[in-house]
């Protein structure tokens, strides 16, 4: 039990944005756009730092893939109380394919290298919308894993999870070492203050390359198009009954 | 006495700055009326007052922040429910 806790955090376009699809339709606009750590990654984070503050854990270690620009990401993560951070470098062409198969493969060769016992990350990222990292790393390790978790807490040797499904909420108690996803009730993710700021700049960053890990980044998907959804229809009124039947009749739909 | 105080206020002045850059209604909204409220309060010299008024200004970052989070929380609900 080496008391170590990996944490994913993504770089995503802020959510507050508007996003705009590029005119080749080949994605979305990310030059000049502002970016921020993914709300979930930010809850996944403040769950970690929250069990070192009460001693359930001893490090807590921010991982981050991409290109240079999620340094800043990872600096956020340390500002807000991780330990160090771990930046494992694609860019290019390769960021632009990279899917949840791949960050799945680099976190599960991490896991296993630094000797993590747990890995916190968030459910989704708010611009993929995968919602498939956490499984994929949980299946290639071999380990549990509790995704969508509103509760996290320590019980004698095992992790008691309370996981938020569709009828309510479902309580778990699994092994350690295990993968867990955070959702939007987890916790209040704390604002990185000034001072803080500062001190997580003499905070250490390693960097890895994927090759490194052993890790092939190529991805067998291919985006095809990106399309905006259609614009809504204005709605129209109708004075009675008669007229709405008749309008349906036009439409075909009766 | 007086120095330590401005120090406090200085750091005050920075923390809103700095929050407010992601003011929805604008950063240069939020830090022109920033600058509006210390400059207002300049002459103050009595350090009980002085002290008062940051706690003020702490009250605000407060204020802030739980804005920030319940506007994040809130889109993100109604998104991903």
Same mark, same amino acid.
């Given at each position: 039990?080496? /008391? *170590?806790?990996?944490? /994913?955090?993504?770089?995503?376009?802020?959510?507050? !944005?508007?996003?705009?699809?590029?005119?080749?339709?080949?994605?979305? !606009?990310?030059?000049?756009?502002?970016?921020?750590?993914?709300? +979930?990654?930010?809850? &996944?984070?403040?769950?970690? !730092?929250?069990?070192?503050?009460?001693?359930? @854990?001893?490090?807590?270690?921010?991982?981050?893939?991409?290109?240079?620009?999620?340094?800043?990401?990872?600096?956020?993560?340390?500002?807000?109380?991780?330990? *160090?951070?771990?930046?494992?470098?694609?860019?290019?062409?390769?960021?632009?394919?990279?899917?949840?198969?791949?960050?799945?493969?680099? +976190?599960?060769?991490?896991?296993?290298?630094?000797?993590?016992?747990?890995?916190?990350?968030?459910?989704?990222?708010?611009?993929?919308?995968?919602?498939?990292?956490?499984?994929?790393?949980?299946?290639?390790?071999?380990?549990?894993?509790?995704?969508?978790?509103?509760?996290?807490? +320590?019980?004698?040797?095992?992790?008691?999870?309370?996981?938020?499904?569709? /009828?309510?909420?479902?309580?778990?108690?699994?092994?350690?070492? &295990?993968?867990?996803?955070?959702?939007? *009730?987890?916790?209040?993710?704390?604002?990185?203050?000034?001072?803080?700021?500062?001190?997580?700049?003499?905070?250490?960053? &390693?960097?890895?390359?994927?090759?490194?890990?052993?890790?092939?980044?190529?991805? *067998?998907?291919?985006?095809?198009?990106?399309?905006?959804?259609?614009?809504?229809?204005? /709605?129209?009124?109708?004075?009675?009954?008669?007229?709405? @039947?008749?309008?349906?009749?036009?439409?075909?739909?009766? | 006495?007086?120095?330590?105080?401005?120090? #406090?206020?200085?750091?005050?002045?920075?923390?809103? $700055?700095? $929050?407010?850059? #992601?003011?929805?209604?604008?950063?240069?909204?939020?830090?022109?009326?920033?600058?509006?409220?210390?400059?207002?309060?300049?002459?103050?010299?009595?350090? #009980?007052?002085?002290?008062?008024?940051?706690?003020?200004?702490?009250?605000?970052?407060? #204020?802030?922040?739980?804005?920030?989070? $319940?506007?994040?929380?809130?889109?993100?609900?109604?998104?991903?429910?």
């Amino acid at each position: 039990m080496s /008391g *170590r806790v990996l944490v /994913g955090v993504k770089r995503v376009i802020d959510y507050a !944005v508007k996003i705009r699809v590029k005119p080749d339709r080949t994605g979305v !606009v990310t030059d000049g756009v502002k970016h921020s750590m993914n709300p +979930f990654c930010e809850i &996944a984070v403040e769950e970690a !730092v929250k069990l070192k503050e009460k001693k359930l @854990v001893k490090e807590v270690v921010a991982v981050s893939c991409g290109p240079q620009q999620v340094q800043e990401t990872i600096r956020t993560a340390l500002a807000m109380g991780a330990d *160090r951070g771990i930046h494992v470098e694609v860019s290019g062409k390769d960021y632009e394919t990279l899917g949840p198969l791949q960050v799945s493969k680099i +976190f599960a060769a991490l896991a296993k290298k630094e000797q993590a016992d747990l890995i916190i990350l968030g459910k989704q990222a708010i611009d993929d919308d995968c919602n498939q990292t956490g499984q994929m790393t949980a299946a290639l390790l071999d380990w549990p894993q509790g995704t969508f978790a509103s509760e996290v807490s +320590f019980e004698a040797d095992k992790l008691k999870v309370v996981r938020e499904i569709d /009828g309510g909420l479902e309580t778990i108690k699994i092994n350690l070492p &295990a993968v867990v996803t955070a959702d939007l *009730r987890l916790n209040t993710p704390r604002y990185a203050t000034l001072p803080n700021i500062m001190k997580a700049k003499k905070k250490k960053i &390693a960097n890895v390359k994927p090759a490194d890990l052993g890790v092939d980044v190529c991805s *067998r998907l291919e985006v095809l198009k990106v399309d905006e959804p259609p614009q809504r229809q204005a /709605g129209v009124k109708v004075e009675t009954v008669e007229d709405l @039947v008749g309008k349906l009749k036009e439409a075909g739909r009766v | 006495m007086a120095n330590s105080l401005r120090a #406090e206020v200085v750091q005050l002045y920075k923390t809103l $700055l700095f $929050l407010g850059r #992601e003011y929805p209604k604008g950063a240069d909204y939020f830090r022109d009326r920033l600058r509006a409220a210390f400059a207002k309060n300049k002459d103050v010299s009595d350090p #009980e007052k002085i002290k008062e008024l940051i706690s003020r200004g702490e009250f605000v970052v407060k #204020e802030l922040e739980a804005l920030y989070y $319940l506007r994040k929380y809130r889109a993100l609900k109604k998104r991903y429910y």
